[in-house]
């Protein structure tokens, strides 16, 4: 499966612990970040990553055609609602894709922590249907 991770920058550390902690799951699939949420990713867990641009340099939006093209099988974004950033990229846009082409977006700990056990468990295998 191909797992998309994006972070505001105050959740990329709370995006590394997850990486960390749910490594096993992780590198059984294939990983896309942006730039930035990607190197950090990589700097503390030796996931291979594909890497976009940074979110605000154009990478959220090479991960929109990503989804566009139903490239993408599940999208973790861990966003800050209360203080994001004006360079950071822009949570709704992500969401519209998703839903519009049926890709689970989970956009907090605990339904990423839902998803990650799902994928695992092989609850997904029904995009490989849907493609």
């Not at 867990?45 to 990503?66: M, R």
């Not at 800050?80 to 519209?96: A, M, V």
């Amino acid at each position: 499966m191909r797992v998309a991770l994006i972070a505001h920058d105050t959740k990329k550390i709370l995006m590394q612990n997850f990486c960390i902690a749910y490594r096993g799951i992780l590198a059984k699939n294939d990983l896309y970040a942006t730039g930035t949420t990607g190197r950090v990713i990589e700097e503390v867990t030796n996931l291979s990553i594909h890497k976009y641009l940074a979110g605000h340099l154009g990478g959220a939006q090479q991960l929109g055609v990503q989804i566009e093209n139903n490239q993408i099988d599940l999208v973790i974004f861990l966003r800050d609602p209360l203080t994001p950033k004006q360079h950071e990229p822009n949570i709704g846009d992500i969401c519209k894709l998703c839903d519009i082409h049926n890709i689970p977006i989970a956009t907090n700990l605990a339904s990423a922590e839902l998803l990650l056990k799902s994928l695992d468990r092989g609850d997904m295998e029904w995009r490989e249907n849907y493609k």
